[in-house]
């Protein structure tokens, strides 16, 4: 078989094979099982005790045409010694397991970087599809990388063969001799990818073996093929982290226990009303799951029955949960009025996507912002969270149920495709150390006159929660204005201006009782602050860490609580001479803030469907730092 | 300290205990009444309590009528009150849930929800009031009126085909379906109280007289003078007879079609007997067209069917039962491996 190996890479990068970090992307058609590969290649560096972060990349299409680049499908790990914040900015390797995935990935990869190639997909059919008209691997084109390329195809279907499948079968066991290699690659444990593969086809014990074959043959290929060179083991030590148990988890996964655990510290049922949409489905499919936790889950037949069903559960007694994206989001926006008006708790989980209107489903952004803080018609304030990752999901997410019980209020809680989607490792937390926080339903009966069904703690301004079922406190509520105690429809003028009053007071309220704003990195008073909210988070921070490892004054400080904000932010923000916004949108945050705060918020935006590069925000300090003024 | 007076709380046996003090605000004339007071008088005979009771509305004239109704009630958002109340039956099931809403309300913003509750067969009762026009915005056509029905939207004349509400609702799944009149004190409890016993969705359309907008358009068949001849009231098991008997619906020979026979000396030979279990023949009766044939009304159809939150609440049962609510457990599945003191690792 043909190998290929071109090492006339610059010499620009690091070349150490005990680096602190590593970036592998996995790229390949969609139907090639790059998302499960790279999954898999993760658990092996969860288990080899590397710190890490995931980032998975794909098309909106289930299978687009083979071959084709808008069918790529990627999956980038960057894990190490160190703590890791992102998915990194640039990867290390690339694996391209056809010409449309070497197109689409390379020009990411850092200079010197490795690519592996599968020749065995650089037929001519496939170069055409992807734009080629040479193949990049014998023009020189790839000169800035190291290129291995060889036939994977054919190695695979040799590796298979004793088992006997037809072609097309055998070929899908490529992305296991590719993962096989990368087992080799980082000296990794085969054996819990093995008995994963068992278990995955324990009802086909043939193609279990198949794949087992692959990969072995893949991590043997590493080991005997003796290229030298590019290809070479690289020693990745583990990262030196809190003790404790720890588990890979994924945002959806986190956001979902972590309303079931909020729901149980509520000591409520919980009831998602969801509709199917990208990327917030991870949370409908695992909450419908969890009925032995009183989940009940119920696919409705479209995002405003959803919403309206969560808003049924929780006038019933339940914990009302919905979840959608964006464009759901704005179907519900009616509904959330009433949820408003009505002061039911209610939990909306917003995974936001690229938009408007359909947009770019499976690509990340923030640009929901306006829409949970702004969103409806009428003066309708409503809580708004933030989550920053995957992990910080589970803790959101039981901040977002005891607002909305303790409050009687809805709460957005925005989180992103980006987040719903990437992996860390979690130090799971014993619930023992959170602190209930049990709903007491209204139940007491007036000893004279009528029961008054907004009749308020004048503290926290929340009305009282009836169940249905509920002897001598019969009421009714519903969207149209009401008297202030009573309920009852009134339409006076002096009425609703004390109503709109009084539902916005309830919510800017709460930020006495939400924790104040921390600064993650620096202290008050510098030169520059960056903010952010929500999947910037990891970017940030890094490139903070790194500008004030250069010496530059500049903080960061990223928030949780977008609505109402933390009391003491605008002090916080007017403290420092600068003030930086980096957000996955057009400027929604710095907007706020500045309206807020009449702080002087400059804005760093990017709306490419991808997270920041540590890099681009490292720019935008140095920039914003050398500015006059 | 003076005497605790005792607190009485209203157990629903009589008309009154249902009514609120709130001041009813419908046009006075208004079909809602008479539909209001056939509740109030149904709910005593049901036997149910007020606070077990909820009653559901999206928006439109008839969307008040919970502020009326001393029971549990929520008045919500146009179209959605199938949606809310699905939510309410599921998270407590023993709770008794009527919805109401119109013909705007409940075919045309909110025909999908109206379509998958029906199809689900959630276990309440839905009140649609039909007068074919939309009142409470003034006076639109709506997705029922009549092809040819002027109103400030259709100035010269409506073009659309209407839907026939129990048509599709039958076509929609639903396993009980009854026409009543808004002034047929007599029948409406009936009917109400075959809704309640029903287990599933039950769906009840009214023919309801709205005086302003579009008086009389139902007066073919509800005027005292038309109810003979053109109302035929449905038993099953008895035979489809009407006009004090001396009419009847039976099959034309060899056709799968209905017409109208004299019943001569009370010679029902031939004559049709009702079964509410039939779907074909309740289809005909459904669609009959209205002037050739009467009006069909009554308890049209019935077949139940578990309904949708006792599956749900099974299948909750079922899939729990046996496991543990381990919290801890739960956050804790999944590949993990443990980090020790001196950064060893194991799974």
Redesign the interface.
């Known amino acids: 078989m043909a190998t290929a190996l071109k090492d006339n890479f610059e010499s620009t990068a690091p070349r150490t094979n005990h680096p602190d970090a590593v970036v592998v992307r996995f790229a390949g058609d969609s139907g090639d099982g790059m998302q499960l590969t790279g999954g898999q290649f993760t658990?092996s560096s969860?288990?080899?005790?590397n710190d890490f972060s995931t980032f998975p990349d794909f098309p909106a299409e289930i299978r687009a045409p083979q071959g084709t680049t808008f069918g790529v499908s990627a999956f980038q790990v960057n894990f190490g010694s160190s703590d890791i914040e992102t998915a990194g900015d640039q990867p290390d390797v690339l694996i391209a397991m056809n010409p449309a995935a070497l197109k689409t990935n390379v020009g990411d990869l850092r200079p010197g970087g490795l690519v592996i190639a599968d020749t065995g997909e650089f037929g001519a059919r496939n170069l055409a599809k992807a734009g080629y008209t040479v193949s990049p691997i014998d023009d020189n084109s790839l000169a800035r990388w190291q290129v291995l390329a060889f036939d994977i195809s054919a190695l695979t279907l040799e590796a298979v063969k004793p088992f006997g499948l037809g072609n097309k079968e055998a070929l899908r066991c490529k992305n296991m001799w590719t993962l096989g290699l990368s087992l080799w690659m980082f000296d990794r444990d085969r054996a819990?990818l093995i008995a994963w593969l068992q278990d995955k086809f324990a009802k086909n014990p043939v193609l279990a073996d198949a794949n087992i074959a692959a990969l072995n043959a893949g991590h043997a290929y590493g080991e005997t093929a003796e290229i030298g060179g590019a290809l070479r083991q690289w020693t990745v030590d583990?990262a030196?982290?809190?003790?404790?148990?720890?588990?890979?988890?994924t945002g959806g996964?986190s956001l979902s226990?972590g309303l079931?655990?909020g729901a149980?510290l509520a000591g409520l049922?919980l009831?998602l009303?969801s509709y199917p949409i990208t990327p917030a489905s991870p949370v409908l499919h695992a909450l419908a799951r969890?009925?032995?936790?009183?989940v009940?889950s119920?696919q409705?037949?479209?995002e405003?029955?959803?919403v309206?069903?969560?808003?049924?559960?929780?006038?019933?007694?339940?914990l009302?949960v919905t979840s959608s994206s964006g464009p759901g989001i704005a179907l519900k926006g009616?509904?959330l009025?009433?949820a408003i008006m009505?002061e039911l708790p209610l939990v909306v989980v917003n995974s936001q996507r690229g938009g408007p209107s359909t947009g770019l489903p499976t690509k990340t952004e923030q640009s929901d912002l306006y829409q949970a803080i702004y969103g409806r018609n009428g003066d309708a304030p409503m809580v708004v969270l933030s989550t920053s990752s995957p992990t910080d999901c589970?803790d959101v997410a039981i901040e977002a149920v005891r607002l909305s019980v303790q409050f009687m209020t809805p709460v957005m809680l925005l989180t992103d495709g980006y987040i719903a989607n990437a992996a860390q490792p979690w130090l799971?937390?014993?619930?023992?150390d959170y602190e209930a926080f049990p709903v007491k339903f209204h139940t007491e009966?007036?000893?004279?006159g009528?029961f008054n069904p907004y009749q308020r703690d004048p503290e926290t301004l929340k009305r009282v929660w009836v169940?249905?079922?509920?002897?001598?406190?019969?009421?009714?509520?519903?969207?149209?204005e009401k008297g202030f105690s009573t309920g009852?429809?009134n339409y006076e003028a002096a009425n609703h201006q004390k109503m709109t009053d009084t539902r916005q007071d309830k919510i800017l309220n709460i930020a006495n009782h939400i924790p104040d704003q921390d600064i993650d990195q620096g202290a008050a008073g510098g030169k520059l602050v960056v903010v952010g909210w929500g999947s910037t988070y990891g970017p940030i921070r890094k490139a903070v860490e790194s500008a004030r490892a250069k010496g530059l004054d500049v903080s960061h400080v990223h928030i949780r609580y977008l609505w109402p904000l933390p009391k003491n932010l605008g002090d916080l923000l007017k403290s420092f001479d600068k003030v930086l916004v980096p957000e996955m949108n057009t400027g929604q945050l710095k907007t706020v803030l500045r309206d807020q705060y009449l702080v002087d918020a400059k804005p760093l935006n990017k709306v490419s469907g991808q997270p920041f590069k540590i890099a681009e925000i490292e720019a935008a300090i140095d920039a914003e730092l050398a500015r006059k003024g | 300290m003076n005497d605790m007076t005792a607190i009485t709380i209203p157990d629903g046996s009589k008309p009154d205990h249902w009514a609120t003090d709130q001041e009813v605000r419908w046009c006075p004339g208004c079909g809602d009444y008479a539909i209001l007071k056939a509740v109030q008088r149904t709910m005593p005979e049901i036997g149910t309590k007020p606070e077990n009771t909820v009653f559901v509305s999206g928006i439109g004239c008839s969307s008040r009528f919970p502020y009326y109704m001393e029971t549990y009630g929520f008045h919500t958002i146009h179209g959605r009150a199938p949606a809310i109340a699905t939510g309410v039956k599921l998270a407590n099931p023993a709770l008794d849930v009527w919805i109401i809403t119109g013909d705007g309300d409940g075919l045309s913003i909110g025909g999908n929800h109206m379509l998958h509750l029906l199809r689900r067969n959630l276990d309440v009762q839905v009140l649609l009031f039909n007068n074919e026009i939309y009142g409470l915005t003034k006076g639109q056509a709506s997705p029922t009126s009549r092809i040819g029905t002027r109103s400030p939207s259709t100035p010269f004349g409506s073009v659309d085909q209407p839907v026939n509400p129990c048509a599709f609702a039958l076509g929609a799944g639903a396993r009980f379906i009854a026409r009543g009149i808004d002034t047929a004190q007599k029948q409406l409890p009936e009917i109400f109280k075959a809704a309640h016993a029903h287990k599933g969705a039950s769906f009840v359309e009214i023919f309801q007289n709205c005086i302003v907008y579009n008086e009389d358009v139902f007066a073919a068949f509800t005027d005292k003078k038309n109810a003979g001849p053109k109302q035929i009231w449905v038993k099953h098991g008895e035979p489809l007879v009407f006009d004090n008997g001396t009419k009847g619906l039976r099959l034309v020979p060899g056709q799968l079609a209905l017409e109208v026979i004299d019943i001569v000396d009370g010679d029902i030979s031939g004559v049709l007997v009702h079964d509410q279990t039939n779907r074909g023949l309740v289809q005909m009766l459904l669609e009959l067209p209205f002037g050739d044939f009467p009006m069909v009304l009554g308890v049209i159809y019935q077949d139940p069917k578990p309904s949708f939150e006792a599956q749900v609440t099974a299948q909750n049962h079922s899939v729990a039962a046996g496991k543990k609510a381990d919290l801890n457990a739960l956050i804790r599945k999944g590949q993990s491996w443990t980090v020790h003191d001196a950064a060893t690792h194991k799974m």
């Open positions: 658990l969860a288990l080899a005790g819990p583990p030196s982290v809190e003790p404790g148990y720890y588990r890979t988890i996964e226990l079931v655990a149980k049922d009831f009303g969890l009925k032995e936790f009183g009940t119920f409705a037949e479209d405003i029955a959803a309206c069903a969560a808003i049924g559960a929780s006038y019933a007694g339940q009302g009616e509904a009025g009433l009505t589970f799971v937390p014993d619930m023992a009966v007036p000893a004279e009528k169940k249905p079922g509920t002897p001598g406190l019969t009421h009714r509520i519903g969207g149209i009852n429809i």
